[in-house]
């Protein structure tokens, strides 16, 4: 019970783990659907790969709320890097949860602006962020395109260090995550 729930002293509990690996998968589906979906201009309707853009967004919304209180509630692990690494570890983690809040509730403020409704799991409607129209949410959706690319850096550099320990370091770092 306590190695799914807490985190253990050499590993992320169960928990953490799914939430973890659940966010990676749509994080991924969520640049591939990004990446082909039409372009969004001001009649565009949210059918097809941007309703999916949408539908993944919003359970990615769902997902990382639940995984900010379970985080905030559960210690990780103990840090086994020196000082200096560790800094940059935290830090590096830091701006990941931050990219990973800003950039979707700038997505979502976008899709209000543009009046679209959404729903979590095609169930809970998503409540407007700002007015339908405002052009704040419009300049909000240019933000969202940029801090997404902000976030593939931080995510590039997070998996490069993960496989620097797995590969060169040879330690038990990935481990920590994949339990
Ligand atoms: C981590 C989550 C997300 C990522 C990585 C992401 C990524 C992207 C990217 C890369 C684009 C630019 C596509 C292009 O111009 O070629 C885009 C556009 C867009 N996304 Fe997201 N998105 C995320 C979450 C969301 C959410 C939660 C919503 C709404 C609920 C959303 C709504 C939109 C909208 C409306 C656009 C069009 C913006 C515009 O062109 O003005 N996105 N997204
Ligand atoms: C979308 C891609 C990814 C995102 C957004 C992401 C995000 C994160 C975040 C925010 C943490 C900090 C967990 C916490 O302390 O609460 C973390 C930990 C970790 N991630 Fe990822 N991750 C991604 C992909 C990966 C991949 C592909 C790997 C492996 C190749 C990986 C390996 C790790 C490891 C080993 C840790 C634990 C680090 C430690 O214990 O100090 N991640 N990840």
Redesign the pocket.
Known sequence: MSAIKQNGDET?GLV?RLL?WS??VL??AQFVVAWTMPDVHRDTQPVGLIAWHLAIGTALIAAMAVRVVW?VTHR??P?TLPPLLDTV?RST?FL??AA?IAVPLLGWANASSRGWKDTVFGALPLPALVPTGSTAGHAMGDIHGTLAWALLVL?GV??GA??F?RFVLKDK??Q??TG
């Open positions: 992320y953490a973890h966010i990676v994080v991924a985080r990780p692990p840090g570890s983690h990941l949860y990973l995510i997070h998996v993960a496989l320990h770092v990935l920590r995550i």
